[in-house]
């Protein structure tokens, strides 16, 4: 019986000392994971949430109507995902934090705390021009007025309607996903400045009042028709976009794309 009980305990003993501790292993890692993908998710929208804040503090004034995040500009705000990516991956993964053994002299050791300053000080110095660039990144339209922010024009650039071209509004049908650009049913309404500057209302970064952007657009498209602004339109994809949206959304875009002079 003795003999018996000793087996057990001797296999119990195996088992903490090799399966066990592997499988404790691999489940620890595993939760590691799982917190470090939801830790990912919210540091990147509060991210996204604080890059917005600030532009519209800085950036839009009280008579605003809607603003504008514009593309491809504010595709960048990944490359803080990006970063947040590489900087848990080289926490928990063993073999990014694997390093060569340096020895210990004093050549080396000056050589690596140069090294190190050089490269913080080009982090610092990408990540500072990276977050400017992002934030200027921004259009305001109020009710008689644009302003065009940039990388070159901090104090923005102000155009009155009239210094609208033309109109482009539709659907997009066939995807798009270059650097999550379009996708099919996706409505745009895109006006052109007479120097050649787009600038897609639908890249809503903020609605006064917190109102659908489309229900905004209604109102400049009415005012800019009948201003005379040329207006190219088509309703060809305009069933793609009835798939996702409710159709008080929906009437808006049909209104939008119809609404010609």
């Not at 903490?16 to 929208?45: A, P, Q």
């Not at 209302?201 to 005012?223: A, H």
Request: proline content about 2%; aromatic content about 12%; overall charge positive.
């Amino acid at each position: 019986m003795s003999k018996g009980i000793n087996e057990i305990d001797e296999n119990l003993i195996k088992w903490r000392n090799g399966t066990g501790v592997v499988i404790l292993r691999k489940l620890k890692s595993i939760i590691l994971w799982i917190l470090s993908i939801i830790f990912i998710v919210i540091l990147t929208i509060g991210i996204f949430i604080l890059i917005s804040v600030l532009q519209e503090k800085l950036l839009v004034p009280k008579d605003y109507i809607m603003w504008i995040f514009r593309y491809p500009v504010s595709r960048l705000i990944f490359i803080y995902e990006f970063f947040i990516i590489l900087g848990f991956l080289s926490i928990f993964s063993k073999n990014l934090r694997e390093t060569k053994e340096i020895k210990d002299t004093s050549k080396n050791n000056s050589f690596l705390k140069w090294n190190k300053k050089l490269v913080l000080i080009t982090f610092v110095t990408f990540n500072i021009v990276l977050l400017y660039t992002i934030i200027t990144a921004v259009t305001v339209i109020t009710n008689n007025k644009i302003i065009n922010y940039s990388f070159l024009y901090p104090n923005g650039k102000e155009y009155s309607y009239n210094d609208i071209a033309k109109i482009q509004t539709g659907v997009y049908g066939k995807k798009r996903n270059i650097l999550f650009r379009h996708t099919k049913g996706d409505f745009f309404y895109i006006l052109e400045l007479k120097n050649g500057t787009k600038i897609d209302l639908t890249d809503v970064g903020g609605v006064k009042n917190d109102i659908d952007e489309r229900f905004i657009i209604e109102k400049i498209d009415i005012k800019l028709v009948h201003m005379g602004i040329p207006k190219e339109s088509s309703m060809q994809n305009f069933k793609y976009c009835t798939e996702d949206l409710d159709k008080i959304y929906t009437d808006k875009i049909k209104n939008i794309i119809k609404n010609t002079r």
